[in-house]
């Protein structure tokens, strides 16, 4: 008999924990511990969706015969930790060997590697291949190169899996139509509403157990209605094709108040928890454009962000971990603003991004980075602080993903290994993509005085903080050079603006 660890993202019927599987003999360990729930101070909803899919997986497999062990939160015997649990169904069990999937995670699978030392049995660690690429992969294509750009990558993605290329070429001629992705939400165009999921009895009573044990943990659960199961998760996805992809091209990139997801698939949560397979995404999106249902741009953005940016981001962070997650390129050093916690700023555009954070654990890319993000960036907020706030208020965040579009694309923290610039703007980018700024408490043609919109101050002042280190970078030469033609008395004044801001955040940020 061996004993067969499943983790809670790795909620696959393919998973190669679950290959070759004796369902009269083997057994199947599921845990849900406190360390995984709290290791950050995860969105109530977050722990809601992952012990939910947990526990309706579990359920899926014992009703085709496999022998689970499933330990619950609350269950007295619980060690509250994934190794613990390992032990103890080892201990009492007695299992030949274990089997695993390594983690996603860098912690995880650390700790994962020592279980046979420990153990005293075999412990087959296996790859996830689930991805689509392998480590090896990726590190092969890195090696030699003096910098490593997603674009290029994807290229390669896309020519060895035949995604949306006619034989050597890519459809329609081009790689790239994120030129065409950049338009501002007209306001008589309203985004569909997506497709939601009532919570069952399941759910039901996980939300009663997170509501009981992590109260005092941000974001709301009266919203719940995420899908938990791969039928749900693919039901959901099968609406984003038919409603919503059409328009996804022209507006990924928007952002309006009162439509928290826009035009956008919401897959990543259920394909992070394994309910999805990125290839089966692909090739649906695909097939909707050559059956004349939804324009080119729409899918090729779709499939850069699943193929080509995920796998990216997946491959930066296997390459560079452990010490990825203590660069601080930019050395940035202040607080996180309490505000990032609560929503209550008089910044506009600040106030609905992480108000809708907390009410569904969800934001859309452009949110997190141009937003969330860019605040962080231009405050010179540190990146522990930053990248555990993104790792807690996200249902669909876990470190792999987490950290390097953290701690690399929006804080250019990481020497430039994500992007070759930092994305930093002024209020002007925000106005531009969205209509956050009317009605907002702050004037976005203005970067001094007591209405000035912040952002605007913060971003001439970031670049006066970091000209030495940009002035060679082809890609922010432009604004350093502006910067240095500004007359001396408008530039004290942008800085003594944003010194006060600056001030303001150190101080908690309360009345900003």
């Known amino acids: 008999m061996n004993l067969r660890i499943i983790l809670g993202d790795q909620l696959s019927e393919s998973l190669s924990a679950l290959a070759g599987l004796n369902a009269a003999q083997d057994v199947v ?78 912690r995880v699978l650390q700790d994962m590697q020592t279980w046979q030392a420990k153990l005293g049995v075999p412990v087959d660690l296996r790859a996830d291949d689930r991805f689509l690429a392998t480590h090896a992969f990726f590190r092969e294509w890195a090696a030699g190169k003096s910098s490593l750009r997603m674009e290029f990558f994807y290229r390669e993605m896309r020519r060895r899996k035949n995604i949306l290329m006619d034989g050597d070429v890519p459809v329609g001629g081009k790689w790239n139509y994120d030129s065409e992705n950049r338009k501002k939400l007209p306001k008589d165009i309203k985004p569909p509403r997506p497709r939601r999921f009532v919570p069952d009895e399941i759910t039901q009573q996980v939300l009663a157990l997170v509501a009981e044990k992590f109260g005092h943990h941000c974001g709301a659960l009266d919203m719940f209605d995420y899908p938990v199961t791969a039928k749900e998760a693919k039901t959901g996805f099968a609406d984003f094709i038919k409603h919503r992809l059409t328009g996804f091209g022209d507006w990924q990139d928007a952002m309006a108040a009162g439509e928290p997801t826009m035009f956008h698939s919401l897959v990543s949560a259920p394909l992070n ?59 940035a050093t202040r607080p996180l603003p309490a505000f990032y916690w609560t929503g209550e700023t008089k910044m506009r555009c600040m106030r609905d991004a992480i108000s809708q954070t907390m009410q569904y654990a969800y934001a859309h890319h452009i949110q997190r980075l141009m937003v969330t993000g860019n605040f962080a960036l ?61 009605g907002c408490h702050y004037d976005v043609t203005l970067a001094t005085g007591a209405k000035a919109c912040p952002f605007n101050a913060l971003y001439w002042d970031f670049i006066a903080r970091h000209a030495e280190k940009f002035e060679n970078n082809p890609r922010m030469a432009m604004p350093v050079r502006s910067l240095r033609k500004m007359a001396p008395d408008k530039v004290n004044s942008l800085r003594e603006r944003a010194a006060y801001v600056l001030d303001m955040i150190d101080r908690g940020g309360a009345g900003l």
């Open 29 to 106: 360990l599921m845990a849900e511990v406190m360390g995984e729930c709290s290791y950050v101070p995860h969105h109530k909803q977050k722990i809601a969706l992952v012990l939910a899919a947990m526990r309706h997986f579990a359920a899926a497999l014992s009703a085709r015969g496999v022998q689970v062990r499933y330990i619950r939160l609350d269950d007295p015997q619980n060690t509250q930790t994934l190794a613990g649990e390992v032990a103890r169904a080892v201990q009492e069990l007695r299992p030949a060997g274990v089997v695993a999937t390594q983690a996603a995670e860098w």
């Open 273 to 331: 928890l394994g309910l999805l397979d990125p290839l089966d995404l692909c090739a649906a999106a695909e097939q909707a454009y050559r059956a004349g249902a939804a324009p080119l741009n729409a899918v090729e953005g779709f499939i850069r962000q699943i193929l080509g940016w995920r796998e990216f981001i997946r491959g930066i962070y296997w390459l560079h971990m452990p010490d990825y997650a203590t660069r601080n390129g930019l050395n």
């Open 378 to 438: 231009l405050a010179g907020l540190h990146p522990d602080a930053v990248d555990e706030w993104y790792l807690a208020v996200y249902a669909d965040a876990y470190e792999w993903v987490e950290m390097p579009n953290t701690r690399g694309m929006a804080l250019h923290a990481d020497h430039g290994v994500v992007g070759s610039k930092p994305y930093a703007a002024s209020g002007a980018y925000i106005n531009r993509m969205s209509d956050y700024c009317a």
